[in-house]
């Protein structure tokens, strides 16, 4: 399995990170290691995660208010959103 991440998902991340670097660095570098180990468990178990719509999938990340949305096609892991729980509902969800 390999990851690859749409480009407005990339920038999701930047704007995270971005956000806990400013308040507290050592918070960003934690965002970014949450991050990592829930695509690592993505890319070991992809279909231990719900799906939220179909062919797309939720991946909660740990210790941080986000959730990971991804789809799959054959042995690639698309990351669609980073999102924030207090975004809308519908974020994200003309990403492919």
């Known amino acids: 399995m ?3 991440y749409h480009w407005e998902a990339e920038q999701d991340v930047v704007e995270a990170v971005t956000f806990y670097w400013k ?3 050592r ?3 934690k965002f970014r290691e949450s ?5 690592d468990q993505i890319l070991r178990t992809p279909d231990r995660f719900n799906a939220v719509r179909a062919g797309i999938q939720r991946c909660p990340l740990p210790r941080f208010p986000y959730d990971i949305h991804f789809s799959r096609l054959g042995t690639t ?3 669609l959103t980073v999102k ?7 974020y994200g969800s003309n990403r492919s």
């Not at 991050?35 to 695509?39: F, G, K, N, T």
């Not at 924030?84 to 519908?90: K, L, N, V």
Request: aromatic content about 0%.
């Open 77 to 79: 892991i698309k990351i």
């Open 35 to 39: 991050l990592r180990s829930a695509v």
């Open 27 to 29: 918070s960003a570098v």
């Open 84 to 90: 924030h729980h207090s975004q809308h509902p519908e």
């Open 2 to 4: 390999r990851v690859t």
């Open 23 to 25: 308040r507290l660095k």
